[in-house]
């Protein structure tokens, strides 16, 4: 399995929320931070991804102390870290007195509507919770706001034809609406990474950059296809068909850690995953990421999380039971 499958494989992504929005010009809309309403999302939530698909007409979005983006149907504008920021019809408008963002993700409606009367643009947002720790690894190093063209991608067309079915059906009493949503917000938010990734950057750093570097890259995909391998850098540089040294500058240089450092770190993650979600022994869950002990595991889970493993995971147990 290929790195980027494999985190998203792991990174749990939930609370997915869909509000198709029809603005008529004059209008502006002001977003606060999204952790602030990251448990209307999600029980336990710590991060929120916000994305916007614009499927007609023009818009601005604003982040403060940056200019201005214009934005067109067909663009999905995405804010990692949940940013707080404007959409608008032009820019340095006053923002509506609208409904707060927490009262109406609370109401989670499927329609809202806006404006001054003039031309219209129709926005699906969307809000989709997800665990920190893992979100900081894959998301790391992108911008505020990233900014895709979709109707470019071959997958384009479908997706934005299949989000907005799914949220009339969600609309109707059929089982499983939800669900779709959620599926489908997952898919979306997959095909801007993908997109983003081919829009290459020299200037660009972490994860993502990293994945798309030939060097980098194959040493990550490397790293996650065998993650209890015994990796050594010599082992690695050869992986990636290069030199020790041109490997730990360029992997440094991307993803702000030395390959060993950051296959450390990505099994301590598949150690919390199993931890949190299965009923295996800690002895088995110590193999399974890499270490031939329960001692050596238990330090190096120690070091990542503060708790020994079997703490953890009752405090987890315990977290979840209360949120149920």
Known sequence: MDALSE???V???????????????PWCYQSPRADTVAPLLEPGAE?????HLITEGTCFVELDNQPPTSISAGDVVVFPRGDAHRMSSQPDLTPGK???LHEVLSRRPRLLSYGGGGPTTRIIC????????????LLGGLPPLVHVNLRGSNAGAWLETSVRYALNEARSPRPGGEGVLAKLAEVLFIEVLRLYMNDRHDDRTGWLAGLADPIVGAALN????HPAHAWSLDELANAAATSRSVLAERFHQLVGSTPMQYLTQWRML????????????LARIAEDVGYQT?????????????????TWRRRQSVRDQQVR
Request: aromatic letters at 10%; hydrophobic letters at 50%.
């Open 7 to 9: 985190i998203l494989r």
């Open 126 to 137: 969307g809000y989709l919770a997800c665990d920190a720790r893992l979100a900081h690894m």
């Open 270 to 281: 598949l150690a919390a995953n199993l931890l949190s979600r299965s009923n295996a022994t």
């Open 222 to 225: 490397a790293l996650h296809t």
């Open 47 to 51: 991060r929120v991804v916000i994305f």
């Open 11 to 25: 990174v749990h992504m939930v609370g997915a929320i869909f509000i198709q929005a029809r603005f008529t010009a």
């Open 98 to 100: 609208g409904s707060p």
């Open 294 to 310: 329960d001692t050596a595991f238990s330090r190096a889970f120690h070091r990542e999380f503060g708790l020994p493993p079997a």
